[in-house]
């Protein structure tokens, strides 16, 4: 089954809906969906590198915007959206707390969120509903975000085909480790 999933998606490199797929969960992620990106990104990358650029912009593009919704969602729908979101995550309790300091360094936390796999999305609406500088806000995901994808791209579009044979003949292994990872990170919020 697994076999199967990442010939899929390492075929979907080829399709025509490739990047709407990407720019999709792109900007879902940044505001509601809680897989990254680069479960996409990484393979697209893989299989057509010579498309490396674009492949990242349009993770870059999508996901600003998308952080822009959940900026949207903190702002005026933290009530009846944001609470689930955070809720889901284990966050609602310490929010108040949070909220009380975000702001002063706001920036910080939206550039270290985005470049780590820690979920951007709870940045995001968390900037929406404490107030944080829409522009500060703007400049540090793109900042972030682009410092991300960008080198991700970069890395895949160097030593890709290594990288490729590599997740192919391990690809029980990688999968494992991902899921670890996904996992260890809810862990993680939950009980920070």
Known sequence: M?????????????????????????????????????????PLVIAAPHRAWLIAGVCLISSVLGGLFGYFIGAVLMDSIGNSILGFYGLESHFDEFKAKYNEYGVWAVLMAGVTPFPFKVITILSGATGMNL????AASI???????????ALLWKFGAPIRDFIEKRLGLMFT???????????FLRYL
């Open 2 to 42: 697994l076999q199967r999933l990442y010939n899929w998606t390492m075929s979907l490199a080829e399709s025509p809906h490739a990047l709407w797929a990407l720019a999709i969960i792109s900007f879902a992620e940044s505001s509601v969906f809680p897989i990254p990106p680069d479960i996409l990104l990484i």
């Open 135 to 138: 522009p500060g806000f703007i």
């Open 143 to 153: 900042v972030a975000r682009g410092l991300r994808f960008f080198l991700v791209a």
């Open 177 to 187: 480790i991902f899921l670890v990872l996904l996992f260890g990170g809810f862990f």
